[in-house]
């Protein structure tokens, strides 16, 4: 390029010639020059600078592309969502009362899951999650976002609305949550053996599957979750008020009793419907524990006494031989049987708790539950005849009742069905059921002879049961039965105004090794009401009670499960629409208290 001289000759003379300053122009030279050098330098900038700028756009796009796929994509961890692809859903009804209210029900929640390569700072993050979840250890979580090759860890499968909160607040970009909905029980630890309890199934990030794991929530599961029944509740027989009053009775029974555990049913004698079902210790299903790994496995919250414990019950067996002779005429009330003692074959003994008499009539023998009378009666009918009436009644299968528990309750019968083991089943040795079998096996012999199948789902019509005994023997057997609370071994069931009718039974446990143990026994009273045509029946059992307000400790049914069950139909008659028969008569009670 040719530079031209600021300051040429020629011009500088003509500038001379007419009077102008050649410095003058020869600065106004330099001025023009800066400014095209300065827009010369501005225009490559400028383009510099878009250059720049286009290359932070696309850097910035592709790590907000790359964030927005890791959100928006599944977990790298392998999850149970992908079976067979279908999608997961978690709609399941609601199970309600005979009255409608909510016994379970789905709430929306969200889960808490981890991506550590997202996570800013583990460590923090762990502290601060085992201060919000204190079943959670801050160095096995920090342990977990740190493991090597880590991309997905889960947290929590489901928390509250203040745990969400508080983890949003902590600030850690690598926490992450995914809606899904839990099962919720809004009443806590009621009625939990009958609801059972669910849990997660399938799921991912995005949904988690419902489904039922013990009690009625695993036996209709199926039906819960089936989207073809659009989602009309599970309607259960419980009443909800009755359940919670049962429950609280029992609870302060146990207590008092200092007993292992307990429980209670109440049922319609008629139909078999289920209006209480109580066993206790209990849980609460919203937080179901484990099983148990090791030890008695009825030491667990989780064992339902109702339907899987099994266990001899003691002389509320006595009902069955002498409904049993009643129906079949070999036998009246007032017909007379050899009760001498002791009744002896071959080595066995058989006895009575307190002999009275070496002759009693069979209303006698029922009322102040004599061992020797009813084995007498059994001897009468025979082996083949006691084993197909107890099989009528459904003493020898399991429960029908609608808990997936019910089939490990099944009885436990004897190996050889001697004519002993006859004579000491027929007071309640030597063959265990649980307290469901014997509320079943009862109704009949109370509601003029029809059998029942226990149910715990309310229905409108329920199918008539064979007839087992007749009417005319059930009404003999009811007088017998109120006359056991009027003046024989259960008069503290004698709630003035409802003319309740029951039976007791006190059971020495065996022990695993053969033989019985001293001072441990079951207590049982089964009771109906109102005689002489009851509407419900009450079954209460107590495992190891004892009853210390006198000198000496009582274990009897009579002093345990008796007045547990008499408070039970003292507070819940008035809740079942019954009103008290205040005119109508009433035995005195006397103060016999025997098994």
Known sequence: MTRTPLRPLARILQSRARGENPDAIERENIRLRAEADRARAHARAEGRLLVLAVAFFLAFSVVGLRMGLE??????????????????????????????????????????????????????????????????????????????????????????????????????????????????????????HVLGGASFGREDVRAAEVIGVAGVERIFDTELRDPAAGGAPLRLSLDLSIQAAVTEVLERGVAMMSARGGTAILMEARTGQIVALVSLPDFDPN???????????????LFNRAVQGVYELGS???????????????????????????????????????????????????????????????????????????GQIGLLEASPVELTEAPQGRPLTPRNWSELSMMTISYGHGLSVSPMHLAAAYAPLVNGGTTVTPSLVQRPRVPAGEQVISAEASAAFNVMMRETVARGTATM?????????????????????????????IATFVGAWPMPDPEYLLVVTLDEPVETSGTEPRRTAGWTAVPVAGEIIRRTAPMLGMRPDVAGPRADAVSSMRP
């Open 71 to 192: 959100a928006a994509s599944d977990p790298r961890e392998p999850t149970m969502a992908t079976r067979g692809g279908d999608a997961i859903t978690a709609n399941r009804a609601d199970i309600v009362d005979r009255q409608g209210r909510v016994l379970a029900t789905n709430l929306v929640t969200h889960a808490l899951y981890a991506q550590p390569p997202q996570m800013v700072d583990p460590a923090r993050a762990a502290r601060e999650l085992a201060a919000i979840f204190p079943d959670e250890d801050a160095e096995r979580l920090e342990a977990r976002f740190t493991r090597e090759g880590a991309r997905f860890v889960w947290v929590r499968r489901r928390m509250s609305p203040e745990q969400l909160q508080a983890v949003h607040d902590i600030g850690e970009p690598g926490l992450l949550f995914g809606p899904r909905e839990m099962r919720l029980y809004p009443n806590g630890r009621m009625a939990a």
């Open 287 to 301: 937080d179901r524990p484990s099983p148990l790994v090791e030890g008695d496995p009825a030491d667990s919250p």
């Open 316 to 390: 509320v067996f006595k009902a069955f031989p002498v409904a049993q002779a009643l129906d079949r005429g070999i036998l009246r009330p007032d017909s007379i049987v050899d009760t001498a003692g002791p009744l002896r074959w071959g080595r066995f003994r058989i006895t009575d708790f307190r002999s009275r008499g070496a002759r009693q009539s069979v209303s006698d023998i029922f009322v102040h539950s004599s061992n020797i009378g009813t084995a007498r009666i059994a001897q009468m009918m025979g082996i083949e005849a006691q084993q197909e009436f107890l």
């Open 493 to 521: 069931a004698n709630v003035a105004g409802y003319h309740v009718g029951g039976k007791t039974g006190t059971a020495d446990k065996p022990r695993a090794t053969g033989g019985y143990y001293e001072g441990k026994v």
